[in-house]
């Protein structure tokens, strides 16, 4: 039995003249939870695909538990979950009605009254899914990617549309999956979900790997320097900032009101900083030194240019 949950070696997958996927490696050891991040038409939902065994490979070899995901889909199908973005029940069904109907098809299924309470969809359990929120749908949608005890889940951007209770709820029961050796296959475009919970984290462009490790290893590999953070008023002049630093800091507001300084951070360029912001009538507020996040280093490596 392979020691992966899922091996991909040298992986290619083209649409006529696209090449989504360009000789991709990729080892997943069972038990782990990954992150498969990467830019709009990076090939992270034909890679999953192709995992799941709904498209077949160009070139290279898929092996998901062990099993070739294409010709062995059959005896493979029962050991896997998929929550698909969007969710994908019928919209006249009720909650409680379409995880039964998922759950009379596997073996040795959760049950499904306990499967929605611990999601919070208890109270929501005869509402046809075209009533449910956004995050409720997306709740159901997991529900039913784990009711059948899966050693194996693929979970396409899981907490789309949920507020942030629900979001946390989804992650403690990520982190207890793992704890009880289920591995999970993420992709997520929330940087802070993946360096949440991922223990490995590829990061993939135009259907090729760029980056791979732990977020800690990540992050830490791509830093030089450390970081200083604040909040404080948005839209100030980051180009004043940076010419009353000394040459070569640069000053950019990441998103509104939250302020980043990338260079060497010591004493003196903490006073600089916050001398500046008093004499522009401002507080720094949550000032913070230290490295670089994910989202920073997903950026570095894929490029701050919006993708269709």
Known sequence: MSAAAVEITGLVKRFGSVTAVDGLDLKMPRGCLLALLGPNGAGKTTTVEVCEGFLRPDAGTVRVLGLDPVRE????????????????????????????????????????????????????????????????QQRLSLACALVGRPELVYLDEPTTGMDPQ????????????R???????????????????????????????????????????????????????????????????????????????AYRVAGTVDPQVVSTVTAWCAQQGVLAEELHVGRRDLEEVFLELTGRELRT
């Open 166 to 177: 629900a979001r946390h709820l989804v992650w403690d029961l990520l982190n207890a999956l």
């Open 73 to 136: 889909g059959r005896a493979l199908r029962p050991r896997v979950g998929a929550m698909p973005q969007g969710g994908g029940a019928y919209p006249g069904v009720r909650a409680e009605e379409m995880l039964r109907l998922v759950a009379a098809c596997a073996a040795a299924p959760l049950d499904p009254p306990w499967l929605l309470d611990v999601l919070g969809l208890s109270g929501a359990r005869r509402t046809p899914f075209k009533r449910l929120s956004g995050g409720q």
């Open 179 to 257: 704890a009880d050796g289920v591995s999970v296959l993420l992709t997520t475009h929330l940087m802070e979900e993946a360096e949440s919970l991922a223990d490995e984290i590829v990061i993939i462009d135009r259907g090729r790997v760029i980056a791979k490790g732990s977020p800690s290893a990540l992050t830490a590999e791509h830093t030089e320097d450390a970081q200083l953070r604040f909040r404080a008023r948005p839209g100030l002049d980051t180009e004043l900032l940076s010419a009353a630093l000394p040459e070569g800091y640069l000053v950019r507001e990441a998103t509104p009101g």
